[in-house]
């Protein structure tokens, strides 16, 4: 724990109970530990029904606390089917988060501090996979929690809340997933200022989501694009979404077969300059981008539960020799990670459901 963070924690009276790993040397595998911590936080604190996970190098946002305390009445209302709250969304740049006040649901795992419940991690925390267990990132320091828990299988149906505006960002330079190149990128992340901030809880409530999600597919226009293929590594591609037309809503169809199918959708992701190295944030397939001041709705056809009302708008955008030459372009990797695709019904051997 940073020193000014347990400087805070103590001002606000409330306490600071330090725990030491038994591993030792140190466990380099951030799944282990985490484990560890989780299993030891509902020892631990056996009154409390929901825990905030934060990692030790996390900038939080001035609204942090208050932006957990809101969303918090999610996961109280099993009606809402919410397993998680997130602070920080992956699809967040200065030309896709205005609103901090808005709220996304998500089929995907949380990341950057987050907010479950005790029935969640006691569900969970039995079924969690070993060290050596790959999953789907797979880099010099082991295998990655997060995406196995994003997995139908461990979710059970329920969703995540994400921030339009994140609440936390990294601050460190170096870590098991992170080198100088992603600090650098969440640096240019956007952050909230304010102290406090009222957030939409409505908008984001399960079956007022749902009816705004349908109303926008239903006004929404196809989205043309001329290519995706970027003349050079600099370049974003051709887009030609009238940007002046303010509040409207804008449709594209990506190729997606299936939850690991993302080819397509990390080429238009480039494409729009925002995260591209998997296609985290989606909401049954459907991911809602607020794209400078219009809405941006990106559908993976077919497997999105959407796909049957975008059907015959616009062109579907295939992943094309051109298309993934751009997407792999020199220098845009992520160093240390290699990304390996699971289909769903690993998952279930991964769990031992047979």
Known sequence: MHHHRAGVIATEQDPIELITSPYYPPSPNP??????????????????????????DLVLAPDFHSYMQQTSALLETPE????????????AAPHTAHDATRLQRATTFPSCGWMTTRSFLEETLPKWPDAHVEIKIVSTQGTDWDYWMGTEVVRGGKELILPEVPRTTHGGTLGSHTDGAMARWFKERPLTSLPHTTLNLTA???????????????????FISTHLKAPDSSAHGHLSIPLHQDGSVWLVRVRM???????????????????????????????????????LLVVGVPFSRYSNRVKGKGRIVQATPAG????????DSLE?????????????QILGFH
Do not use: C
């Open 31 to 56: 799944r282990r530990s985490l484990r560890f911590a989780l299993f030891k936080a509902l020892e631990t604190f056996p009154l409390e029904n929901k825990f905030i996970i934060l990692e030790d």
């Open 336 to 348: 240390g990670v290699t990304l390996r695709p699971h289909y769903p019904l690993e998952f279930m």
């Open 257 to 295: 077969q299936h939850a690991e199918d993302s080819p397509a959708f990390r080429i238009m992701a480039k494409a729009l300059k925002v995260w591209h190295d998997d296609a985290r944030n989606h909401h049954f397939g459907l991911w809602r981008i607020p794209y400078h001041n219009v809405m």
């Open 80 to 91: 809402e089917a919410v397993y998680a709250v997130s602070a920080f969304s992956h699809l």
């Open 324 to 331: 993934m030459a751009f997407l792999l372009d020199e220098g």
């Open 204 to 222: 984001v409530s399960r079956k007022v989501f749902e009816d705004q999600v349908l109303q926008e597919l239903s006004m929404a226009q196809p």
